[in-house]
């Protein structure tokens, strides 16, 4: 194997596995790509080296640029990372839900990091950060939003990254693609790339309660890296088939469920994959090929979706 010049070099290429244990009494293939392998721990890898890469190449990020983002974790690390290897300077505009030990990553890997605390009119926090992320960039010297919800790097990054690469994975069939939405970029880009090796293939958007992505009524939601309390600009609703909406609750069982059955140490929104799928599956056509994308880590999410105490607070 060649050797790699740098982390940046080490993003992508993450492997498929078979789930052949988690529903071994459903008629169907089951097939996720393990997308927390990425190097930062994150498919958030892919959007960040993308879009400061080309950034550096066209002018639009230069030395002297302060780049400035909203994240709940994943994206701000993948960014930190980066920006590390490029010498930038990144502020990172996280709210109280992020997990105790991304926050800790931020902060080793040299991100300047700015909490907001007062939640927006859902009852999340994602419009006080954006807020903040404004005062920031009308404040700061050559100070440049990334824009995770509107840039249009975000989903090119996944088209050209994980899409392409699991059509190489996967060359015969996929009946259905299946990810968990936030910014929508992973969904958005893998799906248009599949689309075009296999057209009548059915793109199943996993969503939690409270997010109003698809038009659901606001509510509280702990779980961070899924859902959001807007409707990100690149996303293009008619390109999907089907959203399955899954709680708090529901989601942690399901990544407990995940690590019991198939050894797979994943984050929350794999835990939220396997909930959509225990409701869908009975709908499935027998012998239907998923596939799916588990996008981060389960260490992650031990102060959260692994911790007992945590979980007991939740309503089932």
């Known amino acids: 194997m060649p050797i790699k010049q740098s982390i940046a070099e080490c993003i992508g290429g993450t492997p498929v596995v078979s789930l052949n244990r988690l529903f071994s009494d459903q008629d169907m293939e089951l097939f996720a790509k393990l997308e927390y392998m990425n190097p930062g721990g994150s498919m958030k890898d892919r ?18 640029t302060h780049l400035i983002e909203s994240t709940s974790g994943n994206l701000g690390i993948a960014l930190a990372m980066i920006t590390r290897l490029y010498q930038l300077k990144l502020t990172c505009v996280v709210d109280p839900k992020i997990s105790p030990t991304n926050l800790k990553i931020l902060q ?7 909490m907001v605390t007062e939640p927006d009119e859902h009852g999340g926090y ?4 954006i807020k903040r992320v404004n005062e920031l960039a009308n404040i700061e010297k050559n100070a440049l939003w990334i824009n995770q919800y509107a840039n249009e790097d975000n989903w090119k990054s996944h088209y050209y990254g994980a899409g392409t690469e699991l059509i190489e994975q996967l060359p015969d069939r996929i009946d259905y693609f299946l990810a968990p939405v936030s910014t929508s970029g992973s969904i958005m880009g893998i799906s248009r790339k599949l689309r075009e090796r296999f057209p009548n293939m059915k793109v199943l958007a996993v969503d939690a309660v409270g997010s109003i992505i698809f038009n659901s009524p606001p509510a509280n939601r702990e779980l961070p890296g899924i859902g959001a309390s807007r409707v990100p600009e690149i996303l293009n609703k008619a390109e999907i088939d089907e959203v399955i909406h899954v709680n708090d609750y529901e989601s942690a069982l399901g990544c407990r469920r995940l690590l019991e059955t198939e050894g797979i140490f994943a984050g929350g929104s794999s835990g939220s994959i396997i ?19 588990f996008p981060d880590r389960g260490d992650r999410y031990l102060d959260l979706v692994y911790d007992d105490e945590w979980l007991g607070k939740l309503p089932s």
């Open 108 to 114: 080793r890997l040299g991100a300047n990091v700015d």
């Open 47 to 64: 959007p960040a080296k993308f879009i400061i890469e080309r950034g550096l190449k066209d002018g639009t990020i230069t030395p002297d």
């Open 275 to 293: 909930a959509a799928l225990q409701k869908m599956i009975p709908s499935l056509p027998s012998g239907s090929r998923v596939v799916t994308i």
């Open 126 to 129: 994602l419009k006080t950060r």
